[in-house]
Nanobody, 114 residues
């Protein structure tokens, strides 16, 4: 099964930016649909951004206009560019394949706080 390693999180002030990376254990070029998930403290994990094999993207309303998902198939890597961060963006971020969930990685912690 595909495994994922997320990285790039950290502590950032409101209004700041971060770029998250998710590297897969195998080729992602044939995976039609990949996504980023957000799990706020004490809440369920939610799908917030998706990207298709032909780079069609979709976003949860809360992040539209602030976050950008992209993929580099040559590097087996998924990215999430996060701008204008807010305290409610705090949580652990994961990537996975929405239509064929594999094991969850360890995620990467994002904390937005002044």
């Amino acid at each position: 099964q595909m495994q994922f390693v997320e990285s790039g999180g950290g502590l950032v002030q409101p209004g700041g930016s971060l770029t998250l990376s998710c590297t897969a254990s195998a080729s992602v070029s044939d995976i039609f649909f990949m996504g980023w998930y957000h799990q706020p403290p004490g809440h369920e994990r939610d799908l917030i951004a998706t990207i298709s094999r032909v780079d069609i993207t979709d976003y949860a309303q809360a992040i539209k206009g602030r976050f950008n998902i992209s993929r580099d198939n040559a590097k087996n890597t998924l990215y999430l560019q996060m701008n204008s961060l807010r305290p409610d963006d705090t949580g652990v971020y994961y990537c996975n394949i929405p239509l064929a969930l594999g094991p969850w990685g360890q995620g990467t912690q994002v904390t937005v706080s002044s």
